[in-house]
T-cell receptor, first 112, second 110 residues
């Protein structure tokens, strides 16, 4: 079956611009996670949704970052006023409650 | 101090070698433990879960020592295709997010 998909696969933007990254989880997976992976580091947690609500957003680095999941399926991570330090691979994962998390291929964000 | 710490890499080993990765975690309340594999420019994929009794999957053996908060992964008879980054991962409970180590890069050389 279809895995987790993320679009775009690559995004280059200028400092100060707004970007949206999209995640399509595996059908039926109620839990959805966003992580960020910088070069040479492991993924770091950003936000976790259970259904439509953000169950834990403690990993969001500041108020420029926001994520939504309005219908409990697709999620969008939104970054305002991008900075060069936001450059990273943004990974989305989905799971059934308490089960293995399946990762999407990620969106590589480059802020110039 | 990072919540999950791993051996610094990279590890460069010849084919057929045995290689061991070590990992420590700081949160004694952690409940679930995993090794993930990540190929270059790809997403992480679950290699194996780690159980207190130790577990084996073919050439791969994982061990957990809760008292020492220590996790290990042993790869026997290394193959070229084992070349990847190995990420030590813990989870504190149920649906909580995964906490990743920095990863250790393995290169298996012919």
């Amino acid at each position: 079956g279809a895995g987790v998909s993320q679009t775009p696969s690559n995004k280059v933007t200028e400092k100060g611009k707004y970007v949206e990254l999209r995640c399509d989880p595996i059908s039926g997976h109620t839990a959805l996670y966003w992580y960020r992976q910088s070069l040479g580091q492991g993924p770091e947690f950003l936000i976790y949704f259970q259904g439509t609500g953000a169950a834990d957003d403690s990993g969001l680095p500041n108020d420029r970052f926001f994520a939504v999941r309005p219908e409990g399926s697709v999620s969008t991570l939104k970054i305002q006023r991008t900075e060069r330090g936001d450059s990273a691979v943004y990974l989305c994962a989905s799971s059934l409650p308490g089960n293995e998390q399946y990762f999407g291929p990620g969106t590589r964000l480059t802020v110039t | 101090r990072k919540e999950v710490e791993q051996d610094p890499g990279p590890f460069n080993v010849p084919e057929g070698a045995t290689v061991a990765f070590n990992c420590t975690y700081s949160n004694s309340a952690s409940q679930s433990f995993f090794w993930y594999r990540q190929d270059c420019r790809k997403e992480p994929k679950l290699l194996m879960s780690v159980y207190s009794s130790g577990n084996e999957d073919g050439r791969f053996t994982a061990q957990l020592n809760r008292a020492s908060q220590y996790i290990s992964l042993l790869i026997r008879d290394s193959k070229l295709s084992d070349s990847a980054t190995y990420l030590c991962v813990v989870r504190n409970s149920g649906n909580t997010p995964l906490v990743f180590g920095k990863g250790t890069r393995l290169s298996v050389i012919a």
